[in-house]
């Protein structure tokens, strides 16, 4: 979950190209550090073995009986020892001499060397005695039957060569988590602006359709900014366009809807001069302009609200009053209603009293127990509640209720349930609930009753205390 996002990928790519690029220049310098090392620590002991043979040399052809104590005049690095060994003559045998003290012999020399360099040929070979690395050199003397043996400690080698490592161990981490975070640096500005391109698309996305980005320095940012306002442009140039169209529509219809209302009213005020199959033609004709001029009604008062045009009028309620006034006053009085907020308070205070728009919740119960009784077979219940800072109002109805695929789109506009495809209305009750209720703070959804129908639940922000009201309940002055 860590480098999921375009920033924790941006850090680790940059982490594992410095971690990748330090740690084969690390592995290139050790290794050439190590062959250079090694390559002048086996020339020097090379030379000194060489040299050191030779005054064996000297010494065996000058004094070969007394052969024993010249080995204590070889002169070997610390740590280091010299071996040599004597062919058998004729007034000797076969031996092997070493330096005192005898911490180092012929049979710590690897047997390699000593077979190579016991058959004639000089070599070198490097071993480990004692847990320490050396350099082992076989110089054979075969004029004399001499073979000299000396090991080189390469342990300042082993050494240097530990703290190099090291050294480049902690450089690699060192340039990775730095280049971890210069990634995370680089991010943030390379994020900057996209953050700022997600936060003007949000915003023109909740309504701000007049957002638009600065211009930038850098020119391929300032073409993403140019690209972005002009699509900016183009989507607000539309939405206006089809807002505009959607009012002026309307807004035509309204007079001829109307006129043609008023004639129809006429019609229906004089229904009983006509025939039967008349009457039913004017019934017909009625119903179908009434539904006419609440399409109209419904599609005038969304214009307004995307428009913004819609004022809110705020006042202190009550919202148990008045929901059963509303309920009353449209002839749903006989209709269940059900609070769990207290009309009054232990201050004083209503706990269902809360800063609201009278119009926008009149708007909103309205439409739902409308939407019931056409589309639901009446409702049931309306109930009050309280939900941490919001105050909802549900309204429960007795049809089939709606299938969890479609609760949420038919809060779209001039959209329906499969269940009420074929029952009158416009489709819009539902969207101008949604609207009030965002207004409002809160928001409309809907679910499945207890009781086996729908349940419509619109959310009311709650505003806890009056302006003229302190904690306690006394009136400010």
Same mark, same amino acid.
């Given at each position: 979950m860590l480098f999921t996002g375009l920033r924790g990928r941006m850090v680790l790519y940059f982490s594992l190209s410095a *971690?990748?690029? +330090?740690?084969?220049?690390?592995?290139?310098?050790?290794?050439?550090?190590?062959?250079?090392?090694? +390559?002048?620590?086996?020339?020097?002991?090379?030379?000194?073995? *060489?040299?050191?043979?030779? =005054?064996?040399?000297?010494?065996?052809?000058?004094?070969?009986?007394n052969i024993a104590d010249m080995i204590t005049n070889i002169r070997s690095e610390r740590g280091g020892y010299a071996v040599f060994h004597l062919d058998a003559t004729d007034s000797q045998s076969s031996a092997f001499y070493a330096q005192e003290p005898l911490r180092f012999t012929q049979t710590d020399l690897p047997n390699e060397l000593l077979r190579r360099t016991l058959a004639g040929a000089t070599g070198r070979q490097r071993f480990t005695f004692d847990s320490r690395p050396y350099e082992g050199v076989g110089v054979a003397i075969p004029s004399l039957g001499v073979q000299y043996f000396e090991a080189f400690p390469l342990t300042d080698v082993q050494t240097t060569l530990r703290t190099i490592q090291t050294t480049l161990v902690i450089g690699v981490l060192i340039i990775t988590f730095?280049?971890? *975070?210069?990634?995370?640096?680089?991010?943030?500005?390379?994020?900057?602006? !996209?953050?700022?391109?997600?936060?003007?698309a949000n915003n023109i996305a909740t /309504?701000?359709? $007049?957002?638009?980005? #600065?211009n930038e320095t850098d020119t391929d940012l300032d073409q993403l900014v140019s690209s972005f306002n002009n699509m900016a442009d183009a989507v607000q140039l539309r939405i206006e366009r089809e807002q505009r169209f959607a009012s002026d529509v309307s807004h035509e219809l309204r007079s001829p809807v109307t006129a043609l209302s008023a004639a129809v009213d006429v019609l229906v005020s004089r229904r009983s001069e006509f025939s039967d199959r008349n009457q039913q033609a004017i019934d017909i004709?009625?119903?179908?302009?009434?539904?006419? $001029?609440?399409?109209? !009604? $419904?599609? !005038?008062?969304?214009?307004?609200? $995307?428009?913004?045009?819609?004022e809110s009028s705020l006042e202190y309620l009550r919202?148990?009053?008045?929901?059963?006034?509303?309920?009353?006053?449209?002839? *749903?009085?006989?209709? !269940?209603? #059900?609070?769990?907020?207290?009309?009054?308070? =232990?201050?004083?205070?209503?706990?269902?009293?809360? @800063?609201?728009?009278?119009?926008?919740?009149?708007?909103? @119960?309205?439409? @739902?127990?409308?939407?019931?009784?056409?589309?639901?077979? /009446?409702?049931?219940?309306?109930g009050l509640d309280r939900a941490g800072e919001y105050f909802v109002i549900t309204v429960d109805d007795s049809g089939n209720g709606v299938a969890p695929s479609e609760r949420e789109r038919i809060f779209d506009r001039f959209a329906r349930s499969t269940a009420t495809r074929n029952s009158t209305g416009s489709g819009l009750g539902l969207a101008i609930v949604?609207?009030?209720?965002?207004?409002? /703070? +809160?928001?409309?959804?809907?679910?499945?009753?207890?009781?086996?129908?729908?349940?419509?639940?619109?959310?009311?922000l709650r505003i806890k205390q009056r302006p003229d009201v302190d904690e306690t309940g006394d009136e400010l002055a």
């Open positions: *971690f990748a690029a +330090g740690l084969l220049l690390s592995v290139v310098t050790y290794a050439s550090t190590r062959s250079y090392l090694l +390559g002048q620590r086996s020339e020097v002991a090379q030379r000194q073995a *060489f040299n050191n043979a030779q =005054l064996v040399r000297t010494v065996v052809s000058t004094d070969r009986d730095s280049a971890g *975070f210069l990634g995370f640096s680089t991010s943030r500005n390379v994020l900057r602006p !996209l953050r700022r391109v997600a936060n003007a /309504g701000g359709l $007049d957002t638009r980005l #600065e004709t009625a119903s179908q302009v009434r539904r006419f $001029d609440r399409t109209v !009604l $419904d599609l !005038l008062e969304l214009s307004r609200m $995307d428009a913004g045009a819609s919202l148990s009053d008045l929901i059963e006034r509303i309920m009353s006053r449209y002839g *749903f009085s006989t209709i !269940l209603f #059900e609070s769990s907020v207290r009309s009054v308070g =232990l201050n004083g205070i209503g706990d269902d009293e809360t @800063l609201v728009d009278r119009r926008r919740i009149e708007r909103i @119960l309205l439409n @739902l127990l409308e939407n019931a009784r056409d589309h639901g077979g /009446g409702a049931n219940r309306v949604r609207e009030h209720a965002r207004a409002l /703070g +809160g928001d409309a959804v809907a679910e499945n009753s207890p009781t086996g129908g729908a349940r419509f639940c619109v959310t009311v």
